[in-house]
């Protein structure tokens, strides 16, 4: 939790296996948000378009210990306080450990941040984010508390977005230059109330395209998550940020 210190223990051993006692220490803790959650595999949680560049998000580790005489040191490390973000925060923690020619060995361990606030997931009922045109689309969707507990969460509105995207031209220092403009129109909406023991369904019927379907709570802080997906057969390009490519 933020601002919960979680002890963490190095276990050092030279190449031919004698502890590596009396060496230092150094790392940091680098911030990173994800839509995913284990416990619930499958689901996807928080905005899909949300920008999560954290990666100057990096607090250095200070005052780390030297280890033992068994090689092992051990040493609290907290979060103070995490970005505003609708995803879940995971703490990739970097430790490295020097001898004495200055040649250092790296380990990282992830700490998932928990979360203060209700959560929305959704799981798509079909794989690699893309069902067939004409089809219907389909999607559970549950509600997790703070504590990671299943919860009825009732007033639910959801609403499916057809997603397109052009590019505009424009002069600027006597040259030209272009930039992409998405827009969505909105396919169908609704509302549905989230169950402790049941996985709601949300079905729409979709044609060829790109779509995103988002859950959002009832209140101004409650929680929303998306999910983005597409209709048809569809190709992952090297690059969608230029105008020379024709979605077909």
């Given at each position: 939790?933020?601002?919960?210190?979680?002890?963490?223990?190095?276990?050092?051993?030279?190449l031919y296996g004698a502890p590596a006692s009396g060496l230092s220490?150094e790392g940091e803790v680098s911030l990173s948000t994800t839509t995913?959650?284990?416990?619930?595999?499958?689901?996807?949680?928080?905005?899909?378009?949300?920008?999560?560049?954290?990666?100057?998000?990096?607090?250095?580790?200070?005052?780390?210990?030297?280890?033992?005489?068994?090689?092992?040191?051990?040493?609290?490390?907290?979060?103070?306080?995490?970005?505003?973000?609708?995803?879940?925060?995971?703490?990739?923690?970097?430790?490295?450990?020097?001898?004495?020619?200055?040649?250092?060995?790296?380990?990282?361990?992830?700490?998932?941040?928990?979360?203060?606030?209700?959560?929305?997931?959704?799981?798509?009922?079909?794989?690699?984010?893309?069902?067939?045109?004409?089809?219907?689309?389909?999607?559970?969707?549950?509600?997790?508390?703070?504590?990671?507990?299943?919860?009825?969460?009732?007033?639910?509105?959801?609403?499916?977005?057809?997603?397109?995207?052009?590019?505009?031209?424009?002069?600027?220092?006597?040259?030209?230059?272009?930039?992409?403009?998405?827009?969505?129109?909105?396919?169908?909406?609704?509302?549905?109330?989230?169950?402790?023991?049941?996985?709601?369904?949300?079905?729409?019927?979709?044609?060829?395209?790109?779509?995103?379907?988002?859950?959002t709570g009832a209140s101004a802080d409650a929680p929303v998550s998306?999910?983005?997906?597409?209709?048809?057969?569809?190709?992952?390009?090297?690059?969608?940020?230029?105008?020379?490519?024709?979605?077909?």
């Open positions: 939790a933020v601002g919960e210190p979680v002890r963490l223990v190095v276990n050092g051993r030279l220490l995913e959650w284990d416990v619930y595999p499958g689901y996807r949680f928080g905005l899909a378009d949300e920008q999560d560049d954290l990666s100057g998000n990096v607090t250095e580790l200070t005052g780390l210990p030297l280890t033992d005489e068994d090689g092992r040191a051990e040493f609290p490390v907290s979060i103070d306080a995490i970005p505003s973000t609708t995803r879940f925060v995971n703490a990739e923690v970097r430790v490295r450990m020097r001898e004495g020619a200055g040649r250092a060995v790296e380990r990282t361990v992830d700490i998932g941040i928990v979360p203060d606030t209700d959560s929305i997931g959704i799981r798509p009922e079909f794989s690699g984010d893309e069902v067939p045109e004409g089809s219907t689309a389909r999607f559970r969707v549950i509600a997790v508390g703070a504590d990671g507990e299943r919860k009825d969460l009732s007033g639910l509105s959801w609403k499916l977005e057809r997603i397109e995207r052009r590019y505009q031209w424009y002069r600027s220092n006597n040259s030209w230059n272009y930039e992409p403009v998405t827009t969505t129109t909105k396919v169908d909406a609704g509302t549905i109330a989230a169950r402790e023991d049941e996985e709601v369904l949300i079905s729409s019927p979709v044609t060829w395209g790109r779509y995103r379907l988002e859950v998306s999910v983005e997906f597409s209709a048809g057969w569809f190709v992952e390009a090297s690059s969608t940020e230029t105008p020379d490519g024709l979605e077909i």
